[in-house]
């Protein structure tokens, strides 16, 4: 089976940075396309960003559009979510998921992705 482990999360100061990780599993990660959501409390999971298989095309919310970057390295079967300038309100779990037959459309919906990480929390200060 697939499995996604995600790093990097923790407490920052509002205008901070983090760099979240999310390891998968298995050689066929170069196949996968990847997604990144959060889910804040009380409120309903959101997509984040997204990446195609190949890493050409990407996907982002307008709430991170221009301040988040999502990556991927092939080799260490890795995405990244660089996150800059970041904001109380982007305060929530992060979640990796992948979707396994490499979907360049539709990333930004929950129902796209086969395989969900445990989540990493991220917490802004004002």
């Known amino acids: 089976q697939v499995q996604l482990v995600e790093s990097g999360g923790g407490l920052v100061q509002a205008g901070g940075s983090l760099r979240l990780s999310c390891a998968a599993s298995?050689?066929?990660?170069?196949?996968?396309?990847m997604g990144w959501f959060r889910q804040a409390p009380g409120k309903e999971r959101e997509f984040v960003a997204a990446?195609?298989?190949?890493?050409?095309?990407?996907y982002y919310a307008d709430s991170v559009k221009g301040r988040f970057t999502i990556s991927r390295e092939h080799a260490k079967n890795t995405v990244y979510l660089q996150m800059n300038s970041l904001k109380p309100e982007d305060t929530a779990v992060y979640y990796c998921?992948?979707?396994?037959?490499?979907?360049?459309?539709?990333?930004?919906?929950?129902?796209?992705?086969?395989?969900w990480g445990q989540g990493t929390q991220v917490t802004v200060s004002s």
């Open positions: 990446i195609n298989w190949s890493g050409g095309s990407k």
């Open positions: 998921a992948a979707n396994v037959w490499g979907a360049s459309y539709g990333l930004d919906l929950a129902v796209s992705y086969d395989y």
């Open positions: 298995g050689r066929t990660f170069s196949s996968f396309a």
